[in-house]
């Protein structure tokens, strides 16, 4: 582990009767760094510090790459997600898989990954609704529903029931009504989530959409629809299904305790 002075500090309180044992403990869990070939240091005290588990970034790195910090993240006995995978990506972590026998759970729609050696644990008492306003929307609330999942949370979906056709919405609501809160992904013009933070009691996260074309196009007229909405929402970056999916994660799992 790369030096770290918050580590020693924290031996100091220890030491001077200041801190537990099992703080201590969780404390320097939570500042752990696993380096990986001198390419990747691994957040892997972030679960502990922040509730929040580190994602692996396919994008932008190759498929050895994804493979190698993939296979060191399981050693130290995680659920390993790996996010916007690319065919290649895949393949490679196939392979790994097979060659040492780990759990993949590829989620296609997402192009997410979850590498293990142990089955997702049932989840908590915290529910998540994801809706989307189109089909098109579905990858990026499955990436979002990913992540609420691996956080312990229950996930309900209902995809499909945007403004464009609004009596489809009222229904899918209904199945949701016991939710702790919303995940609302819309492109073009982002109608949606304002729209169910109208209807509903309950904390309401926009996610606009890279969907749509011509005149502020590729998500940014639902960015912006978003921000300026009457209703009451709070709203992540564009295609941000991560954010959007661990922000909710936290916010049911504190619900859910009550």
Same mark, same amino acid.
């Given at each position: 582990?790369?030096?770290?002075? /918050?580590?020693?500090?924290?031996?100091?309180?220890?030491?001077?009767?200041?801190?537990?044992?099992?703080?201590?403990?969780?404390?320097?869990?939570?500042?752990?760094?696993?380096?990986?070939?001198?390419?990747?240091?691994?957040?892997?005290? /972030?679960?502990?510090?922040?509730?929040?588990?580190?994602?692996?970034?396919?994008?932008?790195?190759?498929?050895?790459?994804?493979?190698?910090?993939?296979?060191?993240?399981?050693?130290?006995?995680?659920?390993?997600?790996?996010?916007?995978?690319?065919?290649?990506?895949?393949?490679a972590l196939e392979d790994l898989c097979s060659s040492r026998n780990y759990i993949l759970e590829s989620h296609e729609l997402a192009a997410m990954a979850v590498i293990s050696t142990t089955p997702l644990p049932d989840p908590g008492k915290g529910i998540v609704a994801i809706i989307t306003a189109g089909t098109s929307d579905i990858?990026?609330?499955?990436?979002? /529903?990913?992540?609420?999942?691996?956080?312990?949370? /229950?996930?309900?979906?209902?995809? +499909?029931?945007?403004?464009?056709?609004?009596?489809?919405?009222?229904?899918?609501?209904?199945?949701?009504?016991?939710?702790?809160?919303?995940?609302?992904?819309?492109?073009?013009?982002?109608?949606?989530?304002?729209?169910?933070?109208?209807?509903? +009691?309950?904390?309401?996260?926009?996610?606009?959409?890279?969907?749509?074309?011509?005149?502020?196009?590729?998500?940014?007229?639902?960015?912006?629809?978003?921000?300026?909405?009457?209703?009451?929402?709070?709203?992540?970056?564009?295609?941000?299904?991560?954010?959007?999916?661990?922000?909710?994660?936290?916010?049911?799992?504190?619900?859910?305790?009550?």
């Amino acid at each position: 582990m790369p030096s770290n002075h /918050r580590i020693k500090e924290v031996l100091s309180l220890f030491k001077e009767g200041r801190l537990t044992l099992e703080d201590t403990i969780r404390e320097v869990a939570g500042l752990r760094i696993d380096t990986v070939a001198g390419m990747a240091n691994l957040d892997a005290g /972030r679960g502990v510090r922040c509730g929040i588990p580190e994602v692996i970034l396919a994008e932008g790195k190759n498929p050895l790459q994804v493979s190698e910090i993939s296979a060191r993240a399981v050693e130290s006995g995680r659920r390993v997600i790996v996010s916007r995978l690319s065919p290649d990506h895949l393949a490679a972590l196939e392979d790994l898989c097979s060659s040492r026998n780990y759990i993949l759970e590829s989620h296609e729609l997402a192009a997410m990954a979850v590498i293990s050696t142990t089955p997702l644990p049932d989840p908590g008492k915290g529910i998540v609704a994801i809706i989307t306003a189109g089909t098109s929307d579905i990858r990026v609330a499955e990436e979002a /529903r990913v992540i609420a999942s691996e956080m312990g949370c /229950r996930v309900k979906t209902a995809y +499909d029931v945007g403004a464009a056709g609004i009596h489809r919405l009222f229904p899918a609501l209904k199945e949701c009504l016991d939710a702790h809160v919303f995940v609302v992904a819309a492109g073009r013009e982002g109608t949606l989530p304002g729209v169910v933070a109208g209807l509903v +009691d309950r904390p309401v996260i926009g996610v606009p959409v890279s969907t749509g074309y011509g005149y502020m196009g590729g998500g940014n007229a639902a960015l912006a629809s978003m921000l300026q909405s009457c209703s009451v929402i709070a709203v992540v970056n564009i295609d941000a299904g991560f954010v959007a999916g661990a922000f909710a994660a936290q916010v049911a799992s504190m619900a859910g305790r009550t």
